[in-house]
């Protein structure tokens, strides 16, 4: 029973920042226990990453076909199942849901308890299980619940029409036309998979501007791309009402507006679950709706630390991943500090959006000089040959070292290809480095050695 015999680290949540926390104690030759009551995985894995992509590689696939006579093809407007495409988004998921069920439960280290925990002391949790309460002792304790969709009260919950990213990534089918309430990163996903899929769209930003947190040129190519595949944006809008009817509902805007649609997905944020885990009971601090941490991962109470998005603003999966094993370590003793500054961030429209470090405002507050240099996607070769000229590359960096300050990166495979960045970033290298380093030819990548090529240009005219 797991009231025998202490662990060194217990882990309240079983998403990506709890996994990667109990596999790292178990790493370092720890005993962990994981504690959930949902599914293994998170939001991420089954509701919210995983599944959203499922559906925008599909939906993309059907943008694609629409677009084939650019290739001497014989273009066709997909014949959708929605039921099949959804069944497929859910088979995704249970396959790699499995792997990681799989993945902990070979691990002799590490038990998994189901059931929901709180804490009840800095060392130890009471676990509400099937059989009854168990109590778990702990060097550690390590906070990964997570977060859930923010559900604004105005409206009507309770019904088929409003949905959350939650429900749309578990339907048992599609909607026949939808209104996306929220321009940030989860409304635009969804609304491109939607409009890509011939779903009418309509996405309703109250602010002037898709992805209001991201660069303007990233706003303005998603803003072209949903428009492109025939979704309305409607930025500076605000929803007043939706009023549930016998197929769908009436969503009234300001202005005196009102769309009928099937369904209504609101994507307005999400918010950490901190309540009804006992944080009040031992004395760990709230702020702001998460629970503060420093370098190290650790809370206010010794003992007791918090990952993910529990415990940041930034809700990434791979943010969670990295604070999970940071928490680990330091709870196993082996200090670890991670000023949690070099963060890559994607938006998987179509194109991808991707970003890390500091943009060029930022860097000249910080360090006085930067500027930024560009490479488009007009003349690269492989863009030309895959037919997608509109991507385009921007580092921000010093003019004189060339030492990298961030990165904007628009295009296929914008989020696989930013990580050269980060990493440079993170390692304090320079595009006089990137510039001397061979990247193979024709790829998408070759626009990191066009921008490094840029500043060597520039800063070779300096020279005397």
Known sequence: ??????????????????????????????????????????????????????????????????????????????????????????????????????????????????????????????????????????????????????????????????????????????????????GGVIG???????????????????????????????????????????????????????????????????????????????AVGREARTGGIGLEDVGVEVAGGIIPVDGRCRTNVEGVYAVGDVAETRQYAHLADQMGIVAAENAMGHELHDDRSVVPVGVYTHPEIASVGLDLAEAKRR???????RATYKSAGMAVACAQTEGLLKVVAAPDTGRIYGALWIGPHATDMIQEFALAIRCGLTLDQIHHTIHPHPTFQEAAATVAAAWAAQASRKRP
């Open 188 to 266: 635009c996903e969804f609304a491109t998979a939607y409009a890509e899929l011939g779903i009418r769209t309509h996405l309703v930003e109250m602010l002037d501007r898709l992805l209001p947190d991201a660069a303007k040129e990233a706003s303005e190519a998603v803003t072209a791309s949903l428009t492109g595949c025939g979704a309305e944006v409607l930025s500076a809008r605000r929803v007043l009402a939706v009023t549930p009817d016998g197929s769908g509902a009436a969503v009234e805007l300001d202005g005196g507006r009102t769309l009928a649609v099937h369904r209504v997905l609101v």
């Open 1 to 182: 029973m797991p009231d025998e015999q202490p662990y060194d680290a217990a882990i309240l949540g079983g998403g990506p920042g709890g996994l990667a926390a109990a596999g790292q104690v178990a790493r370092r030759g720890g005993r962990a226990c994981l504690i959930e009551a949902g599914p293994i995985g998170g939001a991420c894995l089954n509701v919210g990453c995983i599944p959203a992509k499922a559906m925008l590689h599909a939906s993309g696939l059907c943008r694609q076909m629409r677009q084939a006579g650019r290739f001497g093809l014989a273009p066709r407007e997909p014949a959708v199942d929605g039921a099949a495409f959804m069944q497929r988004v859910g088979e995704v998921v249970s396959a790699v849901r499995e792997g990681a069920r799989k993945a902990t439960a070979v691990n002799k280290r590490i038990d998994l308890i189901r059931g929901r925990g709180r804490l009840v002391g800095p060392t130890a949790l009471a676990v509400a299980t099937d059989g009854g309460e168990a109590r778990v002792e702990a060097g550690s304790i390590i906070i990964a619940t997570g977060s859930r969709p923010v559900r604004p009260r105005f409206l009507p919950w309770g019904g088929d029409c409003l949905m959350t990213s939650d429900e749309a990534t578990t339907a048992g089918s599609l909607p026949e036309s939808v209104l996306v309430i929220g």
């Open 367 to 373: 360090f006085g000089s930067a500027r930024a240099f």
